[in-house]
Structure formats: structure tokens, C-alpha cells
């Protein structure tokens, strides 16, 4: 029985991947650029394969080299900072800039030019979304499958807070104590999925994968 095969973009810290290998036997190849968050990446997920790269780069070749149907399942999470609400208030402070496109040239691309299943998550933003996604709590996502109303997300006991990450890395289960790049940490950990909707929408699309395959449900 071979393991499914998962491609993890912006992998980060793995906040959607935490759960995973609770759901089935899976082979996870994470794309991270940050070289010190793909060092804590590997360390939280010794069996993965991390590759430090530019992600959006990563998943155009891997289409170019016909390797990106080897994967199963494609989970991406672009930067979300130019899309946030707080470009509301940074505005007001004289900083300006464009909503990076990447997120819907990557939504676009998965849509048309990969036959398994993907999901794309992003933050709410601050204008109306230009592709339709499915708002779960605190994040919009984009798939190509039916998302369940209600992603098993925790309640936070110790509030989320936009400032200082030790709640949120004690939320997330993370440690950035060692961390040494260029990232906040308050950034880092306040942006990170809820373990428990990535394990949620990792078993919604194996589900699809059974009902749609009826061979994949020997990889169980």
C-alpha cells in the first residue's frame, strides 16, 4: 500500500499539516522560502521532505515537468499580508501597495491544470474576494471539493492576540523561541491554520478521492 502523496505550499510551521498523518499513511513534500522556518518545519516533521524554494515558482515547474499529478492532494497558502484589513490602517500611515495576485493565479492554475484535489487558503480581505471561496472562521478557502460547514476548529482558550506569539504558539503547539529569521513571530503563529480544520479538510478530500476512485480505497 503506497502512502498519498501531498504537496504542502508556504508550509511555514505546518499548522494545516499538524494532524495529518492522523488522518491516513501520507508522503508530504513542503515548499517553504524562509530557510529558518523550513529548519523548525523539518524538525516538527522529520519524515517530510522540505524543499526551500519559492512556492509559486515550485508548482509551475512541477506542471512544466509533468510531475504535479503525482501528487494527490495539493494544500497551498500564499502570503497573506497584502490582502489582509490591515492595509486599511497602513494606509493611513502612508504605505501603500498592490493585493499580490499570486493567490488567484495559483486558485486559477489548480482549477484548470490539476486533475486531484487542492485546497488554497487565505485570510479574509479587505475587498470583495474575485473568485468565490468558502469562508470557515477566521480564513476563506478555495477547493475543488464540498468543504463541511463546521471545520472542528478549536475554541482558544487563550485568546488570539495580533501582538506577541507566545498564545498563539501554545494554541498552534509550536516553539519559535529558536527562530532566527527576518519574519515576526507574532506574524507567524497568529497566521497559522487551526490543526483541526487541516485535518478536517484533509479527510474531506480522501473522502472525494474513495467516492470518486473506488480503487483508492485499498490506500486505507
Same mark, same amino acid.
Request: glycine share 4%; net charge positive.
Given at each position: ?9 508556504? #508550509?511555514? $510551521?505546518?499548522?494545516? @499539516?499538524?494532524?495529518? +498523518?492522523? /488522518? ?8 517553504? &522560502? *524562509?530557510?529558518?522556518? #523550513?529548519? $523548525?518545519?523539518?524538525? @516538527?516533521?522529520?519524515? +517530510?521532505? /522540505? ?8 508548482? &509551475? *515547474? ?159
Amino acid at each position: 500500500m503506497k502512502p498519498i502523496k501531498i504537496l504542502n505550499l508556504y #508550509a511555514c $510551521l505546518g499548522g494545516n @499539516r499538524y494532524k495529518w +498523518d492522523e /488522518v491516513a499513511d501520507i508522503e508530504v513534500t513542503a515548499v517553504e &522560502l *524562509d530557510e529558518e522556518l #523550513a529548519r $523548525l518545519y523539518q524538525k @516538527r516533521f522529520p519524515n +517530510d521532505k /522540505v524543499i526551500v524554494a519559492d512556492a509559486h515558482k515550485f508548482l &509551475l *515547474d512541477l506542471k512544466l515537468n509533468d510531475e504535479l499529478e503525482n501528487f494527490l492532494f495539493v494544500w497551498s497558502s500564499p502570503p497573506c499580508p497584502s490582502h489582509s484589513k490591515m492595509n486599511s490602517f497602513l494606509i493611513d500611515r502612508g504605505i501603500v501597495r498592490y493585493p499580490d495576485m499570486k493567490l488567484y493565479e495559483e486558485i486559477l492554475f489548480l482549477k484548470h491544470f490539476f486533475k486531484g484535489k487542492y485546497c488554497v487558503e487565505n485570510v479574509i480581505p479587505y475587498y470583495d474576494p474575485l473568485i468565490a471561496p468558502k469562508k470557515r472562521g477566521r480564513h476563506l478557502y478555495w477547493t475543488n471539493f464540498n468543504l463541511p460547514n463546521d471545520l472542528n476548529e478549536r475554541k482558544n482558550k487563550n485568546k488570539l492576540v495580533e501582538t506577541g506569539s507566545k498564545p498563539n504558539e501554545i494554541f498552534h503547539e509550536i516553539d519559535l523561541s529558536t527562530y532566527k529569521g527576518k519574519q515576526r513571530k507574532d506574524k507567524i503563529a497568529c497566521n497559522l491554520v487551526d490543526y483541526e480544520a487541516g485535518r478536517t479538510i484533509l479527510e474531506t478530500a480522501l473522502g472525494i478521492f474513495k467516492d470518486n476512485n473506488k480503487q483508492q480505497i485499498k490506500l486505507f
